[in-house]
Nanobody, 121 residues
Framework: QVQLVESGGGLVQAGGSLRLSCAAS????????MGWYRQAPGNQRELVAV???????NYADSVKGRFTISRDDAKNTVYLQMNSLKPEDTDVYYC???????????????WGQGTQVTVSS
């Protein structure tokens, strides 16, 4: 079993910064892509940023130039540095990862439990 645990959410004023972390634990052989998604109540979950094992990144247009995704493979952790935050960035942010099990070597996709980010105007 693999778990993704997010941390770092909270309340911040517009223009401020937050750093989200997501650590994967459990029976892990390897991790491929890791990413961050966000979802507001009643809306579909949308991609914020994704990073591959090679370090290639992709961002939603709405966050380009403000957010930076990175990963530490030694710690099985992905980060999202969020700068110049806007009220419209308010959402629940979810971590996602493609993980190869150390138990049966099968690839599975996992989600974290979500962390709330609230940006006040």
């Amino acid at each position: 079993q693999v778990q993704l645990v997010e941390s770092g959410g909270g309340l911040v004023q517009a223009g401020g910064s937050l750093r989200l972390s997501c650590a994967a634990s459990g029976s892990i052989f390897s991790i491929n892509a890791m990413g961050w998604y966000r979802q507001a109540p009643g809306n579909q979950r949308e991609l914020v940023a994704v990073i591959t094992t090679g370090g290639n990144t992709n961002y939603a247009d709405s966050v380009k130039g403000r957010f930076t995704i990175s990963r530490d493979d030694a710690k099985n952790t992905v980060y999202l540095q969020m700068n110049s935050l806007k009220p419209e960035d308010t959402d629940v942010y979810y971590c996602n990862a493609d993980v190869r099990s150390g138990y049966d070597f099968q690839w599975r996709n996992y989600w974290g439990q979500g962390t709330q980010v609230t940006v006040s105007s």
